[in-house]
């Protein structure tokens, strides 16, 4: 059962997302719902979510809303999966979303053993940069610690107080107190931007965050007699899948697994041992095609790499008509990805002295 693999502390593997959205009772993602919907709403990366009329019926409305996400300053790196985040985060603050960014200190503190002197360090000098290089607008965008903000606490122990242990263990599996704590934090930061107003709001997340969500989702309805909060909205986005084939990238698969940032020669040569569609020999392969579907390399065009619908669909119909070889397909992927990470470390390197510079908005 899907339900058991979603571990949003685990590595679990999902194998079809449309048993995910049945299951999870999640609504199937219409790009036609939303303004100039961006390249992963186009393309079927992003796949489901929940309440997500009353967030369009917010953007078309001109009416308030937001959208929020966490990070862990934990790792040095981050992930495919976070670069979609921070895409779709990037979607809606273009489209008049109040945009704050929460930082989880006290959830690496409790479930990762990072010290929260070191995650403050290393959001401000990584993570935070990192965010504004994948296209935040660090003007519009709100940063806290969760350490630091009283509000999100509160939040936390009203939800404590509203969901019982057999409902973490359930949603869960065997819930240890600071995956307790950490969990309660969260649904305090989803909640945070209402605490003045109540308004609509979206969380992007990956579907191992989707427990996070339905607690949360859980927890207003319990609250509803108070009118305190509006019901929370969420999209989920597919796992970019590891170049061996796997359904996700992992670091426990380095060879398969490309990091943000990464210097684009590694990277380069990780695509060139990846699993690709490519049929055995040459005249077979010019006679029927490529297996798109089975290809890797494709996929991470498809999900990052190539921005232009029209350019994607050419390199498509090259590939699957043949006339394009796996070879050529991963040297146009490592031309491409050579670009991205050259500009994704200016960026970072750029928004950094930014960040020092503190023209950054901090609440706490
Ligand atoms: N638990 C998230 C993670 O593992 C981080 C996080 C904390 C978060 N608060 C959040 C994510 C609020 C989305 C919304 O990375």
């Given at each position: ?42 393309r ?254 494709f996929e991470?065009l498809k999900q990052?790499?190539v ?5 994607l ?52």
């Amino acid at each position: 059962m899907a339900e058991k693999l979603i571990d949003p502390w685990g590595s679990g593997l999902l194998e079809d997302y449309e048993k995910i959205v049945k299951d999870f009772g999640l609504e199937a993602f219409n790009p036609k719902m939303f303004p100039e919907p961006n390249r992963l709403m186009r393309r079927g990366v992003v796949f489901a979510g929940r309440d997500l009329a009353r967030v369009a019926d917010a953007i078309k409305g001109r009416k308030k809303f937001y959208a929020l996400t966490g990070i862990m300053p934990s790792a040095e790196k981050i992930h495919f999966g976070t670069k979609m985040v921070i895409e779709n985060m990037a979607y809606f603050q273009k489209h008049g979303a109040k945009t704050v960014v929460a930082i989880a200190d006290l959830e690496s503190a409790a479930v990762r053993g990072v010290s929260l002197a070191e995650a403050r360090k290393r959001a401000l000098e990584f993570q935070i940069p990192a965010y504004i290089a994948l296209g935040l607008d660090p003007k519009k965008t709100l940063f806290y610690f969760q350490s630091e903000n009283r509000e999100v606490t509160r939040v936390a122990f009203e939800a404590a107080q509203k969901i019982t242990f057999n409902e973490f263990r359930s949603t869960y599996g065997s819930p240890e107190p600071s995956r307790i704590m950490s969990a309660l934090t969260q649904i305090g930061d989803i909640l945070y931007p209402q605490h003045e107003e109540r308004m609509a709001g979206i969380v992007p997340v990956g579907i191992d965050q989707e427990p996070h969500i339905r607690l949360s989702r859980d927890f207003v309805t319990r609250t509803q007699s108070t009118l305190k909060f509006t019901q929370v909205s969420s999209i989920y986005h597919k796992y970019t899948p590891s170049l061996d084939g796997g359904l996700k990238m992992s670091k426990s698969k380095p060879e398969s697994c490309i990091e943000l940032p990464e210097d684009a020669k590694t990277a380069c040569a990780k695509i060139k041992h990846a699993l690709t569609g490519g049929r055995d020999t040459l005249e077979e392969h010019r006679r029927l095609g490529a297996v798109i579907e089975k290809d890797m390399v494709f996929e991470l065009l498809k999900q990052h790499l190539v921005e232009d619908d029209r350019e994607l669909q050419e390199i498509y119909e090259e590939y699957k008509g043949g006339r394009m070889t796996s070879g050529e397909l991963k040297q146009i992927a490592c031309e491409k990805i050579t670009v991205f990470m050259n500009g994704l470390q200016e960026g970072i390197d750029d928004a950094r002295s930014l960040v020092k510079s503190k023209e950054l908005n901090f609440i706490s």
